[in-house]
C-alpha cells in the first residue's frame, strides 16, 4: 500500500487546485494507504510545520509540482531526497515559461526527470501508472557518487552571493569558530555543479550552514532556489542545519524553525554562535562510506575538482605546467593575470610548493578574504581625499606585507627540531612581533583587522582638520611607521644567507562586486603594485647594517580587473605583466589526460580515455575535439565539463560516456560558463545579465547592425554599443571575424588591435560590414543553434 505526500505552490491557483484535487482523487483508489497534501496539513488556516516534516518521512511516495519555483516545495522536496523517498516531479505544459524558470533556477534538477502534464485527468491516469510501477528513490542514484566518510567536525558553509556586511560578518565567524573546519561552497564557482556532487560534499559534512541571499540581489532567483533544495537534503540526512536570512525577508514556512534571522550583522553573529555552541560536540571518529564503489566501469573516472583550492591533493601530481608556470617559479613578471579560470590561483599553489622544496627559500602566500578587502576599503572611504594619497595606502601595503615576511621567517624557526635560540637574529624578530605587531600566533587577517581598526581610529579622532604633514605624521604612527624600520633590520639579519623570499599574492578579485566601489578598490590594488619595486628594492640594498634579502613579489589578478586599474594608472606601461592563457589545445586536453593517467594508478595511454571511456563521436566530431571546440579555452571549464560527463553517464548508468550524455552535460557546462561570465561584467561597469539575456534566440554570427538592433533598447545602451561589443570581446563572449568565415577571440590589447586590423581589412576586401560569432561555451544555455 503506497502513501502519497503531495506538496506544490499556493499560487497559480489552478494548479493548487489540480493538485489539490489530485491528492483527494488517489486517495480513493485501491492500493494507496493514504494521500495527503501540505494544504490538509492545516490546523485553524495554520500550517503545522513538523506535520510536513513527518508525513515526508511516513510517505512512500512524495509529488512535488514544479511548475513555478517555491523555496517551500524545493525543500520539502530535498527532504524527500535526503529520506531517500521516491520522487515524482510534475510540470504543467500550460505556464511554459514558468518551466523554463525552474530549468534555468534549478539546473541540479536538469537531470532528474518530470512528468509533464495538461490537465488533471491526464495526470491523474499519469500517477495511476507510477504508482503500479515500481522505481527506486532518487537517493540511489546520487549516493553512487558519494566516495567521502561522514567528519562531525566538517561544517558545510554555502554563503550568500551578496558580500554585503552581513555575509562577511558571518564568513569570519564561521572561518574563526575552532571546534568544527568550515569548507566554503559558494555558487560563483560551484553554481553549476550536479546535484551528486552536492550530496556528496554535504554528507561529508555533519553540520551545514545555509546563508540565503537578500531578495534585492540580483543573483537571489538563481540562488536562492538551490539553497532551499540544498537546505532540504541536509535536514533529510541528520546533519545539523541552519538558515539564515535577513528579518525584512519573507522566510519559507517549511523551514522558518531551523533558520535565524536577524537585522544587524552583530545580532547576526550572537545568534549564530550561539546555535554552533548548542550542537553537540563533534565526534573525531570517521563514519563508514555510503557506498565504496560504482556498479560501472566508471567508477573510477574522476578528473578532480574544477576548482584549485578544492584540489590541493591532485595538484601535486596532475598540473600541467606551462612557460606560464615557469615564469611564475622564476618570478619573471610582477603580475599574472588570466581569465576566470584560466588557472592563477593553481599556478600560485603548486608554484609554492616547489619553491619550499628548496630550504634555502622562504614562501609567503597572502589571500585576504573579501571581507578584509572591504573592511579597509570602507575605513578609506571615510578618510578625506587629500589625505588619501599613496603615502597612506603604499605605507599600509609596505606593514602588511613586512610583518608577513617576519611572521613567516619566525613560523619556520620555530617548526625547525632545535627551534629558536635565545639572543638569535630570529628571537630579537620575534619579540619584535610579539611587543608591537600582534604576535607570532596572528595571522594575516588579524594583523589587516588590528590595522583597519587602528586606521579607524585615526580617521575618527585626529585627521580631519588635520594639514597634510601633520596627518602623513597621524598616519604614519598608525602605520607602525617607526617600528617598520626596525622590523626591516630584524628580518635582514634573521634571513642572511637566504637564496629567495618569494611573496605570492592571490584573492583580490574576491572583492570586486556588484555594488563595491571599484575606483576605490583600483586605488588600493595600484597601490600594492606601486609598492612592489620600493619593497624589492629596499630589502636588496645593504645599508646601515641592514642585510640584503632577494625578494620577490608576485600579484595574481583577474584579467578583467587589470584592465580597469590599469586605465587609472599614472604609467601603465611601467607595469610588468604577463597573461595566463591556453592557445595550444593540445596542452589544455593534457588537463584531463595528466588527470586520468593519474586517477587510473596506472601510466596508461592517454588515448585509452577517449576511445575506452568516450563515444567515438559527438555530433561529427571525436569527442575529444568536441570537447575542445565548447568551452572557453581553460582548465576549469574543461574539468567541469569532463566532469559533468562523467556524472550523466553514471547516473544513467552506462557503461561508457555516451554522445547523449555529453550533450547533456552541455547544458550544465553551458550554464556555468555563463553565470560565471556574469560576475566578470563588474569592471566594466556594466549590467551583463541585461545584455547577454538578448542573445537567446539568435543566430551565432551576427553582424553590427544586428547587434545594435538587439542592444539599442536596453537601459545599458547609454554606455555605447561599440563600448559594449569591446567589452564582450574582452570577455570572450564574442569573437570578430578576422578572415573569411574565422573568428578571433583574443581579450588582451595586443590581440584586440591585431583583429581589428584584419577585420577591417577583411571587411574592405569582401564588401560586407564586420561580422561577430558568439562563443560556442554560451550557446546551449542562451539557445542559439550551432
Not at 474 to 490: C, E, M, N, S, Y
Request: with cysteine.
Amino acid at each position: 500500500m503506497e502513501r502519497l505526500f503531495f506538496g506544490y505552490g499556493a499560487k497559480p491557483d489552478d494548479i493548487r487546485r489540480t493538485m489539490s484535487s489530485l491528492a483527494a482523487r488517489l486517495g480513493e483508489l485501491n492500493g494507496v494507504e493514504s494521500s495527503v497534501s501540505w494544504e490538509d496539513l492545516k490546523v485553524d488556516g495554520r500550517l503545522i510545520v513538523n506535520e510536513i516534516e513527518s508525513h515526508v518521512s511516513k510517505s512512500s511516495i512524495c509529488v512535488f509540482d514544479l511548475t513555478v519555483p517555491n523555496l517551500n516545495v524545493l525543500f520539502e522536496l530535498g527532504l524527500a531526497i535526503g529520506l531517500k523517498r521516491r520522487v515524482v516531479l510534475l510540470q504543467s505544459s500550460a505556464f511554459q515559461k514558468a518551466s523554463k524558470r525552474v530549468d534555468d533556477e534549478v539546473p541540479l534538477l536538469s537531470t532528474v526527470g518530470y512528468t509533464r502534464y495538461a490537465n488533471e485527468d491526464e495526470l491523474l491516469n499519469q500517477m495511476i501508472s507510477v504508482i503500479g510501477h515500481e522505481a527506486p528513490p532518487l537517493w540511489n542514484d546520487v549516493e553512487m557518487s558519494i566516495s567521502a566518510n561522514l567528519d562531525d567536525s566538517c561544517m558545510l558553509y554555502v554563503p550568500s552571493a551578496q558580500e554585503d556586511n552581513a555575509s562577511r560578518r558571518l564568513s569570519r565567524t564561521l572561518e574563526r569558530f575552532e571546534k568544527l573546519n568550515s569548507t566554503t561552497i559558494s555558487f560563483e564557482d560551484y553554481g553549476s555543479m550536479p546535484l551528486a556532487w552536492y550530496v556528496e560534499q554535504i554528507y561529508r559534512c555533519g553540520v551545514a550552514v545555509f546563508h540565503m541571499t537578500p531578495s534585492n540581489d540580483y543573483l537571489a532567483a538563481l540562488v536562492n532556489p538551490r539553497v532551499a533544495l540544498l537546505a532540504g537534503i541536509a535536514r533529510g540526512i541528520g546533519r545539523n542545519t541552519l538558515i539564515v536570512a535577513p528579518q525584512v525577508e519573507e522566510t519559507a514556512v517549511d523551514y522558518r524553525d531551523m533558520s535565524i534571522r536577524y537585522s544587524n550583522p552583530p545580532q547576526l553573529e550572537r545568534l549564530v554562535l550561539n546555535w554552533l555552541d548548542s550542537l553537540p560536540d563533534a565526534s573525531t571518529s570517521r563514519h563508514a562510506k555510503v557506498r565504496t564503489e560504482l556498479k560501472t566501469e566508471l567508477s573510477w573516472l574522476r578528473f578532480g575538482n574544477h576548482v584549485a583550492e578544492s584540489d590541493r591533493d591532485g595538484l601535486e601530481y596532475y598540473f600541467v605546467r606551462t612557460s606560464d608556470y615557469q615564469d611564475v617559479v622564476t618570478s619573471a613578471a610582477t603580475i599574472f593575470t588570466g581569465k576566470k579560470g584560466t588557472g592563477k590561483t593553481a599556478n600560485m599553489l603548486t608554484a609554492a610548493d616547489e619553491l619550499r622544496l628548496d630550504p634555502r627559500n622562504l614562501v609567503c602566500v597572502i589571500k585576504p578574504a573579501s571581507y578584509e578587502l572591504d573592511g579597509l576599503t570602507e575605513v578609506l572611504r571615510r578618510i578625506d581625499k587629500k589625505h588619501l594619497d599613496n603615502y597612506l595606502i603604499e605605507g599600509l601595503w609596505k606593514y602588511l606585507l613586512y610583518t608577513e615576511i617576519a611572521a613567516k621567517t619566525v613560523a619556520e624557526a620555530e617548526s625547525r627540531p632545535a627551534g629558536i635560540a635565545t639572543g638569535s637574529p630570529e628571537d630579537r624578530l620575534r619579540r619584535c612581533l610579539e611587543e608591537k605587531h600582534e604576535g607570532v600566533g596572528s595571522n594575516f587577517s588579524d594583523r589587516l583587522e588590528s590595522l583597519v581598526d587602528s586606521l579607524a581610529g585615526v580617521v575618527n579622532s585626529q585627521l580631519d582638520s588635520a594639514s597634510i604633514k601633520e596627518a602623513r605624521s597621524v598616519i604614519d604612527r598608525a602605520l607602525h611607521g617607526t617600528a617598520i624600520k626596525d622590523l626591516r633590520q630584524l628580518i635582514g639579519d634573521a634571513l642572511s644567507g637566504r637564496q629567495r623570499v618569494a611573496i605570492l599574492v592571490d584573492n583580490l578579485d574576491k572583492a570586486w562586486e556588484r555594488g563595491a566601489d571599484l575606483d576605490l578598490l583600483a586605488q588600493l590594488l595600484l597601490g600594492l603594485l606601486g609598492v612592489v619595486g620600493r619593497v624589492v628594492d629596499e630589502f636588496r640594498r645593504e645599508k646601515n647594517r641592514k642585510s640584503s634579502v632577494n625578494v620577490t613579489l608576485t600579484v595574481f589578478l583577474r584579467s578583467d580587473i587589470f584592465a580597469f586599474i590599469r586605465d587609472k594608472a599614472r604609467e601603465p606601461d611601467k607595469i610588468s605583466v604577463a597573461e595566463i592563457e591556453w592557445r595550444d589545445p593540445d596542452l589544455l586536453i593534457r588537463v584531463l589526460e595528466d588527470r586520468f593517467k593519474f586517477n587510473s594508478n596506472k601510466d596508461l595511454d592517454p588515448r585509452l580515455l577517449w576511445d575506452g571511456f568516450f563515444a567515438p563521436a559527438v555530433r561529427g566530431l571525436p569527442s575529444r575535439d568536441y570537447l575542445l571546440s565548447r568551452v572557453q579555452a581553460r582548465p576549469r571549464d574543461l574539468v567541469f565539463f569532463a566532469n559533468a560527463a562523467v556524472n550523466r553517464a553514471s547516473n544513467a548508468k552506462h557503461q561508457k560516456i555516451e554522445e547523449s550524455d555529453i550533450l547533456e552535460a552541455e547544458k550544465s557546462y553551458s550554464q556555468f560558463a555563463y553565470e560565471a561570465l556574469l560576475v566578470e561584467g563588474v569592471a566594466a561597469g556594466m549590467d551583463l545579465e541585461e545584455i547577454l539575456i538578448e542573445f537567446a534566440g539568435e543566430n551565432p554570427i551576427l553582424d553590427f547592425s544586428r547587434i545594435e538592433q538587439i542592444l539599442g533598447p536596453l537601459e545599458e545602451s547609454h554606455l555605447g554599443v561599440p563600448y559594449i561589443v569591446e567589452s564582450l570581446r574582452r570577455l570572450g563572449f564574442l569573437g570578430v571575424e578576422t578572415s573569411d568565415g574565422s573568428f578571433d577571440y583574443g581579450g588582451t590589447d595586443g590581440e584586440m588591435k591585431r583583429a581589428n586590423v584584419l577585420a577591417r581589412k577583411l571587411e574592405k576586401g569582401l564588401g560586407r560590414p564586420a561580422r561577430y560569432e558568439v562563443h560556442t561555451a554560451y550557446r546551449r544555455f542562451l539557445e542559439i543553434d550551432g
